[in-house]
C-alpha cells in the first residue's frame, strides 16, 4: 500500500502512517479531528471501517461533518458536482443558492433533501427530550436520529460508508465544538428565538470540554492519547487543549501529554494561522512532549486521509 505515497513525494506521509500503525499496536487509544466538511469529500467511504474496526477511539468535528455525512447518507443522488467551482462568477452562485444548492468546494448540497429531510424527524427528537427535562449533546440527538430508523427510506447509499452510523452503532464519544455556526446549530437556534426550544436542552461547548477532560483522564493514563488531525480549525483546536487545561489549570501535574501527533494541512505558518502552527510549537503550550512523535503532512487532506486509513485498514 505504502508504494501509492510516493507519489506525494512526501516521507512525512508514510512515516505519519506507520507512526499511527505503530501507536495503535503498543495498545495506545487515538483521537481524530474533522475540519472543515470532510464528510462531503465521503470520508466516511473508509473513516467507518477505521471506527468498526476500533482504529479509533474518540472523534473532534466541525458541526459541518457532523451532519453532511447523514446528508450524504440521505441525498446523495440529489447532489450536484460542479468541476468549474473554481470559475464560476457571483451571478452563477446566486443561481445554486436560488436553487436551493449550497456549495461546498465542488460539490452542492440540496437544501430540501437534505437539510429539511433532516430537520422534519431532528425537531421531534429535540422537543421530546426538552418534554421529559432530559439533556443531550448534538451528536448524542444525532445518534438518537440514526438509531431510531427513521430516516432509513431515504438512504441512497450503502450505509456502511456512513461514519456517523458506524459511529452510532458503537456509540463513539464524539466532541462537536462550535456546532452552534452549522446548520442545525443555525435551526435549532432558530427554533430557540421562536420560543419553540429552550437552549438548554442542547448541552454546551464548556460541557463537551469537560466530557473530554473526564474521558482523557479516564482513559489516557500513562499511555496518553493519539492526536490524528485532518485540516486546521477548531475541530483540532478545541480538543488538544484539553491536556494543557488538566495539567496547568487543574494542576493535574501527572497528566501525560499527548503521544502521538500528526497534521495534514496545507495551511501555511502565521499570526492569522495558528492551525498552520508546526508541531513543535505546541510543546510550548503543554500540549506535546519533547519526545512526541510528530507529523505535519503538508497536502490536501482529501488524498492524504484515505490513504493513510488504507492502509491502516490494509486495503
Known amino acids: 500500500m505504502l508504494e501509492h505515497f510516493k507519489h506525494f513525494n512526501a516521507a512525512a506521509l508514510v512515516d505519519a502512517a506507520k507512526g499511527y500503525e505503530k501507536h495503535l499496536a503498543e495498545g495506545k487509544k487515538m483521537l481524530i479531528s ?33 451532519e453532511e455525512d447523514i446528508m450524504n447518507l440521505v441525498a446523495h443522488s440529489h447532489y450536484k458536482r460542479v468541476p468549474n467551482y473554481r470559475d464560476l462568477t457571483p451571478e452563477q452562485e446566486w443561481e445554486l443558492l436560488e436553487k436551493g444548492l449550497n456549495r461546498v468546494t465542488d460539490t452542492c448540497i440540496p437544501e430540501e433533501e ?5 430537520q422534519a424527524h431532528i425537531y421531534g427528537i429535540w422537543k421530546q427530550a426538552e418534554s421529559a427535562g432530559e439533556r443531550y449533546f448534538p451528536h448524542e440527538f444525532m445518534y438518537k436520529l440514526l438509531l431510531s430508523g427513521v430516516m432509513q427510506e431515504h438512504y ?21 465544538p462550535g456546532w452552534e455556526d452549522s446548520t442545525l446549530g443555525n435551526i435549532f437556534a432558530s427554533y430557540c428565538l ?62 501525560p501529554f499527548w503521544s502521538y501527533f ?49 492502509y491502516l485498514l490494509n486495503w
Open 34 to 66: 474533522l475540519a472543515g466538511a470532510m464528510s462531503t469529500a465521503e470520508l466516511g467511504r473508509s473513516l467507518a471501517e477505521m471506527i468498526r474496526q476500533d482504529k479509533v477511539d474518540i472523534i473532534s468535528c466541525t458541526g459541518a461533518n457532523l
Open 114 to 118: 437534505a437539510f429539511r429531510r433532516i
Open 156 to 176: 441512497e447509499i450503502d450505509p456502511a460508508n456512513s461514519w456517523m452510523m458506524a459511529a452510532a452503532e458503537k456509540n463513539l464519544p464524539i466532541i462537536v
Open 194 to 255: 421562536k420560543g419553540e426550544l429552550k437552549p438548554s436542552t442542547m448541552k454546551s461547548g464548556i460541557e463537551y470540554m469537560t466530557f473530554l477532560a473526564d474521558w482523557y483522564t479516564r482513559e489516557a493514563t500513562d499511555l496518553g492519547v493519539g492526536f490524528f488531525q485532518i485540516g486546521g480549525g477548531i475541530a483540532g483546536d478545541f480538543p488538544i487543549c484539553v491536556v494543557p487545561m488538566l495539567y496547568q489549570d487543574m494542576e493535574r501535574t501527572d497528566t
Open 262 to 310: 500528526c497534521q495534514i494541512s496545507d495551511s501555511t505558518t502565521s499570526y492569522g494561522s495558528y492551525s498552520g502552527a508546526v508541531p513543535n510549537e505546541k510543546i510550548t503550550w503543554g500540549k506535546l512532549g519533547i519526545d512526541t512523535p510528530k507529523f505535519i503532512v503538508e497536502s490536501d487532506a482529501t488524498i492524504v486521509a484515505p490513504l493513510i486509513f488504507a
